[in-house]
């Protein structure tokens, strides 16, 4: 079968005549329909993964039909569409006990990767956690945002946004227009959006963002001032993975208000923190680190149930053998997703 690798950051391979998986008991043979590509994918191309030592098979985002079922599997079927979340907690840890299924140390360790492949093997523990049946209704190429859509419910559910709230999302790639979609499910009174490429903050506006800001061209933390009357946003939600916007994004939250911080910067990073805007302005700040089984279940539903609807985010389809121009359309910065199919051969 094919299957792209990443040799070292900056080399990726299709390898044309990989080993076909077979599936052992309790696992799935998974034949992949779609793949998307994901904002981690470009930083691990670019510089590494600290958790995905290289070579290895790339690509965590996707869905497929299954193709093979293991001993013991009794709730998949071969010929059966599903979606999966690409990974699951041992249940056992500390972590897992204490609800924090998306902190446990065996989640991160057994991710399934190789989504850019024509096959890949769904491990025993991850089968009856995180692999859902698709509905007809659902492409595959939509199912197969259910890992980014997991990620950031499960950051919204840290959050608590009334609809008295200004929401800030500084980043608008595919996870902070994720965040716009699931905010604006909490009806809040504002959101704005803070970016920097034309065609995402148009595709920001066009979902329905109340205030699409260009940091290009206009100083976000002034224009985000003046539109709240020098208060500053209820909540404010980092997309972008750089020190200096996380420590803007203190900056910008209002008294009392909340910030979130997603993107992820190069590892061992610091940020400076004003000790009278966290403790005199009672700010809460949080991070969210992947995601639980049960927001992997309620963005499944979101997905199923059509309350958000992927396919603005996904800007073009190439085939798996055209993955030199996937790597170079998504380092230029001008698309948001871009989907990979596999059974598309040139
Ligand atoms: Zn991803
Ligand atoms: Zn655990």
């Known amino acids: 079968m094919w299957q792209l690798i ?24 998974v034949r992949i329909e779609a793949a998307l590509t994901c904002g981690t994918d470009l930083k691990t191309y670019r ?22 079922v293991g001993e013991g599997v009794t709730q998949f079927k ?9 990974t699951a907690p041992c249940g056992k840890c500390r972590h897992c006990q204490r609800g924090y299924g998306n902190l446990c140390d065996y989640t991160m360790e057994t991710m399934m990767l190789g989504a850019y492949a024509e096959y890949i093997r769904v491990p025993e523990h991850i089968v009856p956690v995180n692999v859902f049946p698709k509905p007809d209704n659902l492409s595959y190429l939509e199912s197969a945002a259910l890992e980014p859509l997991s990620c950031v419910v ?24 994720l965040y716009l979609m699931v905010t604006q499910l909490h009806h809040p009174k504002s959101i704005i959006m803070v970016g920097r490429r034309k065609m995402r903050l148009d595709t920001a506006r066009s979902l329905g963002a109340d205030v699409v800001i260009d940091c290009a061209c206009t100083d976000y933390f002034d224009e985000v001032m003046r539109l709240t009357q020098g208060r500053g946003a209820d909540v404010v939600i980092e997309c972008t993975g750089s020190p200096e916007v996380w420590e803007k994004s203190i900056d910008l939250a209002c008294r009392g208000g909340q910030v979130m911080l997603f993107g992820g910067c ?9 000790m009278d805007r966290v403790l005199r302005d009672g700010l809460t700040i949080k991070g969210a680190f992947h995601y639980t089984p049960s927001a992997a279940k309620h963005a499944r539903d979101l997905l199923v149930e059509g309350r958000i609807n992927v ?36």
């Open 78 to 86: 071969v010929g059966q569409p599903v979606m999966i979340a690409p």
């Open 6 to 29: 990443l040799i070292e950051p900056g080399k990726l391979v299709l390898n044309k005549e990989a080993k076909m998986p077979k599936a052992n008991p309790g696992e799935l043979i």
């Open 154 to 177: 499960y950051g919204d559910e840290q959050l608590t946004i009334s609809e008295k709230d200004t929401v800030v999302i500084i980043g608008a790639g595919p996870i902070g227009l």
């Open 47 to 68: 510089r590494g993964h600290p958790n995905w030592p290289t070579p290895t098979p790339f690509g965590h985002e996707f869905s497929g039909v299954v193709h093979e």
């Open 266 to 274: 190069r590892s061992g990073s610091e940020v400076h923190l004003p």
């Open 311 to 346: 396919k603005p985010l996904i800007t073009d389809t190439y085939s798996l053998e055209e993955y030199k121009t996937i790597f170079n359309r998504l380092d230029s910065g001008d698309v948001i997703k871009l989907g990979v199919d596999p059974r598309f051969k040139n």
